[in-house]
């Protein structure tokens, strides 16, 4: 905490802090960078939402960008507050969106409709009610590393499977940004003492929050590309202002 700036959320109680001075610029936002931060994942989300409702794409995509939305708010309250209520705010939100990927990725040859969506819910809300109850510190982490890395596979084939050398430009944009946002989060947290004793902090978990922003929205649209192939819609990869990707579809009339 800075000299002569006081919290006004009280003690720190949320169990993991991260390495950025707390309460710096504001007594109202413990870490500010790591707080401002997802900003850029709330305006991508936005971003994806208009055009997944703008163009029809199924609800699924909608609810996604939402979920990216709500996991970026909750995120920035956890780090402006580092309270505990506000962390599993954060976290809970985590494992509903890897299960919403999951739903996403699987749905499609899953031949009993109403068993994936009823399972992955039921599972959700069990693991919020236990997140509420007990503190899974380390436990967290491996839960939510597992439930990523049953995203591999499936995302692997769609990438075989696809053709287009513009989609798949954005699946290798999505791991390059996984890769170098993890590299960040492992920086932060395992060489933070070394990081303090340097003249600029490079703020490792707040560039994991803007690398996170832009891998989920790579991941959303390389996913809306493969949906929309499986539709028959035509899609193509064109780009807002010759920078950000987004899918545009051609619906048959029918349709």
């Not at 969506?117 to 919020?128: H, I, K, R």
Request: glycine content about 6%; aromatic content about 18%; proline content about 4%.
């Amino acid at each position: 905490m800075a000299d002569g700036i006081s919290s006004f959320w009280g003690p720190v109680t949320s169990s993991t802090e991260w390495c950025e001075n707390n309460y710096v610029y504001s007594s109202y936002i413990a870490e500010f960078y790591n707080t401002i931060s997802n900003i850029p994942c709330i305006l991508l989300a936005l971003i994806g939402l208009v055009n997944s409702l703008r163009q029809g794409f199924e609800k699924r995509f909608s609810v996604l960008h939402v979920s990216n939305m709500a996991l970026a708010i909750g995120s920035m309250l956890y780090h402006a507050t580092l309270q505990h209520v506000q962390q599993q705010g954060d976290e809970t939100p985590m494992v509903w969106e890897m299960l919403l990927y999951i739903y996403i990725l699987y749905s499609p040859d899953w031949h009993y409709r109403s068993t994936m969506p009823t399972f992955l819910f039921l599972y959700g809300a069990v693991f919020a009610i236990a997140h509420s109850q007990f503190r899974f510190v380390l436990g967290f982490k491996v839960h939510y590393v597992i439930l990523c890395l049953l995203c591999i596979p499936r995302m692997y084939k769609y990438y075989i499977y696809t053709n287009d050398y513009r989609a798949k430009r954005l699946a290798k944009f999505y791991v390059a940004t996984l890769l170098l946002g993890s590299l960040c989060w492992l920086g932060d947290r395992v060489f933070c003492k070394e990081k303090s004793a340097w003249p600029i902090n490079l703020q490792g978990h707040a560039m994991w929050h803007v690398l996170m922003g832009f891998n989920s929205y790579f991941a959303n649209t390389f996913l809306m590309f493969c949906r929309a192939e499986q539709r028959g819609w035509a899609p193509k990869v064109q780009h807002f202002m010759g920078f950000l990707p987004y899918v545009r579809i051609e619906k048959p009339k029918t349709q």
